[in-house]
């Protein structure tokens, strides 16, 4: 009876609630990993759109209707070379797309697209924020701030999107969160996953210009994400 519920029990099908709409094969090249990222978004007409991050850049496709095939709106040409796996990572904010990845090449730092024109015409590309080089990702908190994940001595690299077109410098971590990989905020606090230090941060950011740690979490093995 127990080789048989054991049996019973490798061989149920977990239900996630979730139904496989559509499939889309991307090409990279011959050796296809895939794609490095993904994120929503909705546009003012409540058309549903997914952000995908592959080799070359950046894919937006209408998935308003489950019944109708994904419909490719715009192929946003990012740096691409040095990166194994080219990761990016995407946020959206005030109706405009940020764009940060690990790569070389044409429009290094962190991409702002505008996204107002959709659904009747294009996203607009706009000059890319270039006071960052790679990065592996950002967070953006309610009121506007982008937290970018960044090098060492800008630990963690922040921009003010208060023009969502046109962000610009607001402060900077500086020498604290030392390998960041991931960050949340709410509440004038900031929670900072510090790979391979093994540990979590937590921050008072209440004052930008006097960022304080009130603590560390240890952690055994990569500490990967925040929130």
Excluded at 23 to 32: A, Y
Aim: with cysteine.
């Amino acid at each position: 009876i127990f080789i048989c519920l054991l049996t019973f029990s490798f061989t149920q099908v977990v239900n996630y609630n979730l139904d496989l709409v559509h499939h889309i094969e991307i090409s990279n090249d011959i050796n296809n990993y895939g794609v490095s990222d993904v994120w929503g978004y909705t546009d003012l007409e409540n058309n549903e759109y997914a952000i995908v991050g592959y080799r070359y850049g950046t894919l937006i496709y209408d998935v308003t209707s489950p019944n109708s095939d994904p419909t490719l709106i715009a192929d946003i040409i990012g740096p691409s070379s040095g990166d194994y796996y080219y990761h990016r990572d995407y946020k959206t904010f005030q109706n405009h797309l940020y764009i940060v990845n690990e790569m070389y090449g044409g429009e290094t730092g962190m991409q702002v697209i505008d996204l107002n024109p959709l659904p009747n015409n294009n996203p607009i590309q706009l000059n890319t924020y270039n006071n960052i080089g790679q990065s592996h990702n950002l967070w953006i908190d309610d009121s506007g701030l982008a937290f970018i994940e960044h090098y060492n001595g800008d630990n963690i690299h922040i921009a003010n999107l208060g023009n969502p077109s046109n962000p610009y410098y607001e402060n900077s971590f500086g020498n604290l969160a030392l390998n960041c990989h991931d960050i949340y905020t709410k509440n004038n606090i900031a929670y900072v996953s510090e790979g391979w230090s093994y540990q979590f941060g937590i921050y008072d950011i209440s004052d930008l210009n006097n960022i304080t740690q009130l603590a560390t979490l240890p952690v055994e093995g990569y500490a990967h994400n925040a929130w």
